[in-house]
């Protein structure tokens, strides 16, 4: 059987639709308006065959610059809209643990209705105490990496 086959979708809070993405520009941070990036993993969506399932894997969240580490702890995610994960810090990363989720491989119609099984919705929050003093327009880039156990 094939490995699994995993696609990421986003949205923004104000979008309607998920789009296949490796990548989304979330918007410019102010202290009236968090950043909120809604995220959908799937293992095998639309698949016409079955293939591994995905399990026992982390995900790593980590800023381009080292230095922007300590802006991890401004940031939530939640699993499934119901639970807010523990984002462990650690040589600069953050990382979200699943040892206790699986995302199957079979074949599936690609609906979020029909296969709840096949993915994992995230959502992404960047929200600081209205004293923190950050920089005005400065960039970050924020990465997502699957990272199997």
Do not use: H
């Not at 986003?10 to 909120?36: M, R």
């Not at 119901?82 to 600069?92: F, M, R």
């Amino acid at each position: 059987m094939n490995d699994p086959i995993i696609t990421w979708y986003a949205k923004l809070d104000n979008d309607t639709e998920f789009n296949k993405t490796n990548e989304i520009y979330a918007g410019s941070y102010t202290k009236e308006n968090s950043i909120n990036v809604n995220m959908q993993i799937w293992n095998n969506r639309w698949g016409t065959e079955d293939v591994q399932p995905l399990n026992n894997f982390n995900i790593n969240i980590y800023f381009d610059k080292e230095e922007d580490f300590i802006l991890l702890d401004y940031c939530t995610v939640v699993l499934n809209k119901t639970e807010i994960l523990t984002i462990n810090k650690t040589d600069k990363i953050g990382v979200l643990t699943f040892d206790q989720i699986e995302l199957s491989g079979v074949l599936n119609d690609g609906t979020i209705e029909n296969n709840p099984n096949n993915y994992i919705s995230l959502d992404f929050i960047f929200k600081a105490p209205n004293n923190t003093r950050l920089k005005v327009n400065d960039l970050k880039t924020l990465f997502f990496e699957i990272i199997p156990l």
